[in-house]
């Protein structure tokens, strides 16, 4: 047993970026935001060594031809408004996924979110407005009110394990409400002109895509066509068309896979093995596909090209201006680059902690933020990067010296955004353990994914029956991912004081011996000893016929024939049947899956993973302690 779990520690069948949406969007915009700052300063250098070039290259025209219509726009139009759509899809994608299936699921959650991303833009576009009275710069108000996700989430990510993961939750939800306004006032404010007939089409074609969210059309190709015709009505329009990204991310459902299509392509599968002809092969892929929701199959696809392409390709298009001692004299004098600077730095933290003060006061408490004071500060000062929206609407905006000033505004605004935010995170980090908890993780009220809660007259539970921490597996006794995690779980209970539960969930269609392997393992509880015969069919996990699991039955003292007459009659076929039913209302689908505390854990089941969300818990649990004295 020791050997299997020196094995199991260091790997996962399970890895974190296909169990964890939240963590491989996370984990994506960290790895990214290397790219986009290299492509950043990529274009400073560009533009200072030879302006001339960089211009040429972003103004040759580029034309799409198609019959007797004709789009014709220069490079750097067909990067802002063309590429820029996919990036402002995957933050649908993933906004979308957090409404379905994240903490927003409780729409109680969104409030907060929602008002502070709000307020998060009218305070930085009022300060930008102070600043800029009386000018003619002031109709460029609109360049200091939103947050860039991509950046703000990848350099969040880049100051560590200090950084709560709710923290990251809580500006991307922040985030995409500004992301969503600004499109908004990208349409209405700083695009030229519109035509109704072309805007009829757009908002015509835009019900289509709710209608098709709503009965959770599966084909990915209808939100594409979809998406390309709106993005050219709204183009012919007038209105600039990157909000059709936003539009189609927040239309595509996100949904656990539902155990009958999982079955149904299991059939499949089988079935092409046996015969292996390509029209099977089309049935299974196809099965395969569709039983993952529209969400995840477009984010899989986009999101690395947007993260690793389309964003960096966008800064690379846009950062570049000239940096020389007289420019940067009188550019940090000029209103343009003083309110953008002090809008994003000082507006952006002053916000949120301003909503989230009024917003938990005025509820009382029942509205509040997801993390603490320290987390609230560094996500408002963070989200006083603006990098990708204020280039987009600076490039409307101004143009010659004042377009330049109004990105050194941004840029400048991000480099001490970020410093900031290290502050606070470094600070926090000096205070008492139990204090630094608490000004991180703030609110532990958690949404409870596990239905129902656990019964102690009714579910198997290893360890102290009082424990404060409990794990719960769903798992298959033929599962080898069940065998190979069970060392872990072992190590789990040595080292921590927890209860751990087992919860039947045998997938007969890709196991067959594990249904009758779940009721003999119940048929054991019945006579007093589940644990044993639970330890022994994972330990023996090819023998698992009739005839191996009465002999276990005997090798365990147990009353043989009671056994096998429990095991004819399927007498427990019920209580596996009720676990099973926990299973699906609870959304696993699939084996092992692990709770801890009712909340679903995503991500690896190593030993130091599983270990990680146990001290999370046990933190949690004495925030939880504190509040109630």
């Known amino acids: 047993m020791a050997d299997r779990s020196a094995l199991w520690r260091d790997r996962t069948t399970w890895s974190r970026e296909r169990a964890a949406p939240l963590r491989a969007f996370l984990r994506t915009e960290s790895g990214s935001a290397g790219v986009l700052l290299a492509a950043a300063v ?10 001339a070039s960089y211009e040429t290259i972003w103004h040759a025209r580029f034309s799409i031809r198609l019959g007797d219509m004709q789009v014709d726009r220069d490079v750097r139009t067909w990067v802002n408004s063309g590429l820029m759509t996919l990036f402002f899809l995957v933050v649908g994608l993933e906004a979308r996924r957090e409404f379905d299936l994240g903490d927003l699921r409780e729409r109680r959650r969104f409030a907060l979110p929602l008002v502070a991303g709000l307020v998060g833009m009218a305070i930085p576009a009022a300060i930008y407005l102070a600043v800029n009275g009386g000018h003619s710069s002031a109709e460029g108000w609109g360049v200091a009110m939103s947050t860039d996700t991509a950046l703000a ?9 200090d950084v ?78 990157i909000v059709t990204g936003l539009a189609i991310g927040l239309s595509a459902p996100a949904y656990a896979p539902a155990r009958e299509e999982l079955e149904q392509a299991t059939v499949l599968v089988r079935s092409f093995r046996e015969q292996p002809t390509s029209e099977l092969a089309r ?7 569709s039983a993952l929701s529209p969400n995840e199959r477009l984010q899989t696809f986009f999101h690395p090209w947007t993260s690793y392409l389309i964003v960096p390709l966008f800064a690379l298009a846009n950062a570049g201006i000239q940096l020389n001692g007289s420019f940067l004299r009188t550019a940090y004098a000029t209103p343009i680059t003083l309110g953008v600077l002090i809008g994003y730095v000082v507006g952006k933290p002053l916000a949120l902690m301003l909503t989230s003060s009024v917003m938990t006061r005025l509820s009382r ?44 505004g941004a840029l400048s605004a991000a480099v001490v955004s970020s410093l900031l935010t290290w502050i606070v995170y470094r600070l926090a980090g000096f205070l008492s353990p139990s204090r630094r908890i608490r000004a991180l993780q703030g609110d532990v009220r958690l949404i409870q994914d596990l239905i129902p809660e656990v ?18 597996e769903f798992g298959d006794f033929e599962c080898p991912f069940c065998g190979q995690a069970e060392p872990v779980v072992r190590d789990l209970l040595a080292d921590t004081e927890l209860r751990f539960v087992w919860r039947q969930l045998p997938l007969p269609d890709v196991h067959p011996a594990a249904q009758l392997a779940a009721e003999a393992a119940e048929a054991a509880a019945a006579q007093g000893k589940f644990w044993e015969m639970h330890d022994h069919l994972l330990e ?22 009671q056994f096998h007459d429990d095991l004819m009659r399927h007498a427990h076929e019920t209580k596996v049947a009720q676990d099973v039913e926990s299973a699906d209302l609870s959304g696993a689908t699939g084996t092992p899956t692990f709770f801890i505390n009712g909340q679903r854990h995503y991500g690896a089941y190593d030993l130091d993973s599983l270990a990680a969300a146990v001290t999370a818990a046990g933190k949690q649990l004495k925030l939880s302690a504190g509040d109630s004295l």
């Open 42 to 51: 990529a274009a400073l250098v560009w533009a200072n060594i030879d302006l």
């Open 153 to 161: 989430l990848g350099l969040l990510a880049l100051l560590g394990r």
């Open 164 to 241: 709560p993961d709710r923290a990251r939750v809580f500006l991307l939800t922040v985030s995409v409400v500004d992301d969503l306004v600004a499109l908004v006032v990208i349409a209405l404010v700083y695009s030229d002109g519109f035509d109704l007939a072309h805007l009829g089409t757009a908002v015509a074609v835009s019900a289509v895509l709710l209608v098709a969210s709503i009965r959770r059309v599966q084909r990915r190709w209808v939100y594409v066509g979809l998406g390309l015709a709106m993005w050219s009505a709204l183009l012919a329009s007038g209105v600039d068309p």
């Open 283 to 289: 049935s299974a892929t196809a099965s395969i596909t």
């Open 365 to 408: 408490g029942r509205i509040r933020p997801p993390v603490g004071w320290a987390a609230v500060l560094g996500s408002g000062t963070i989200a006083g990067i603006g990098f990708t929206v204020a280039l987009l609407i600076a490039d409307r905006a101004f143009s010659g010296t004042e377009l330049a000033e109004a990105k050194l």
């Open 455 to 472: 019964d102690p007259e009714r579910d198997h539970i290893r360890g102290p029956l009082e424990a404060a921490i409990t794990v719960i």
């Open 540 to 561: 023996h996990q090819e023998n698992l016929t009739p005839a191996d699991l009465v002999r276990y039955a005997g090798n365990l003292d147990l009353d043989v024939e």
